[in-house]
Nanobody, 123 residues
Framework: QVQLVESGGGLVQAGGSLRLSCAAS????????MAWFRRAPGKEREFLAA????????SYTDSVKGRFTISRDNAKNTVYLQMNSLNPEDTAAYSC????????????????WGQGTQVTVSS
């Protein structure tokens, strides 16, 4: 059974940083592209970043480029999202996802999802 478990969310002040982790089990992690999405209240799910098994060219949505960094440790079956310069607009539930093909920004193309971790940024 595939499981993705996020951690690292919480409450942070504007300008602060958080690092999210997503631990995967039940799949051959190195075969999967991993991604982070978020959903803010009243908004649609938003793609943030994706990284293939080789981690050679991660992709980002424009709103987080230069502030967020996605990385992975294949030995630990874990993907990370380092988030810097957070602002209140980053408040959302953050989820990781896995797909067995190349990077995609489309949520429907991902096979597995975690339950999410809440990030709240205060002004």
């Amino acid at each position: 059974q595939v499981q993705l478990v996020e951690s690292g969310g919480g409450l942070v002040q504007a300008g602060g940083s958080l690092r999210l982790s997503c631990a995967a089990s039940g799949l051959y992690f190195s075969d999967y592209t991993m991604a982070w999405f978020r959903r803010a209240p009243g908004k649609e799910r938003e793609f943030l970043a994706a990284i293939t098994w080789s981690a050679d060219a991660p992709s980002y949505t424009d709103s987080v480029k230069g502030r967020f960094t996605i990385s992975r440790d294949n030995a630990k079956n874990t993907v990370y999202l380092q988030m810097n310069s957070l602002n209140p607009e980053d408040t959302a539930a953050y989820s990781c996802a896995a797909r067995s093909y190349t990077e995609s920004s489309h949520a429907y193309q991902y096979d597995y999802w975690g339950q999410g971790t809440q990030v709240t940024v205060s002004s």
